[in-house]
């Protein structure tokens, strides 16, 4: 994986620039698809750290996106974070049900977007990282 990469399924060049501005200054690298069929190529390619997707996206069928990602072996332990309009309840629920990370308004995607993208990356690397063991069984 390559810790820093970060897939951006969206087309829209508002959100684009938003995403870009908020995490290349952190270090991140973007990687953009901007296509249906980049969106599992890229994926494979690169294996990034977590995946941004609009579920509103004109160009992309989120749905379709989120099928390939997790319909994957290789693919689908990439966190995803999707952002929707609040008021439509029923991408939300499809989303959850297909296996995205975290979804959030596009409101609160934009103003938090360096925020949830180091929230799904940190609690994704928590789940591949075993327990440490109860203090008195430690090795010494």
């Given at each position: ?30 990687d953009r ?44 332990a990439i ?62």
């Amino acid at each position: 994986m390559t810790e820093k990469t970060i897939l951006v399924a969206v087309s829209d060049v508002f959100f684009y620039t938003k995403i870009r501005d908020a995490l290349l200054s952190k270090g991140y690298r973007l990687d953009r698809a901007r296509t249906q069929s980049e969106v599992s190529e890229k994926a494979a390619a690169v294996h990034p750290a977590a995946m941004i997707l609009n579920m509103n996206d004109a160009t992309l069928d989120a749905f379709q996106a989120l099928e390939q990602i997790k319909g994957s072996d290789r693919l689908k332990a990439i966190p995803i974070l999707a952002f929707a309009n609040h008021e439509e309840v029923e991408t939300w629920k499809r989303a959850k049900q297909l296996g995205v990370t975290k979804i959030v308004s596009r409101n609160e995607f934009s103003s938090r977007t360096r925020d949830l993208v180091e929230e799904v990356i940190s609690s994704h690397q928590t789940l591949l990282t075993p327990p440490s063991p109860p203090e008195g069984e430690r090795r010494r």
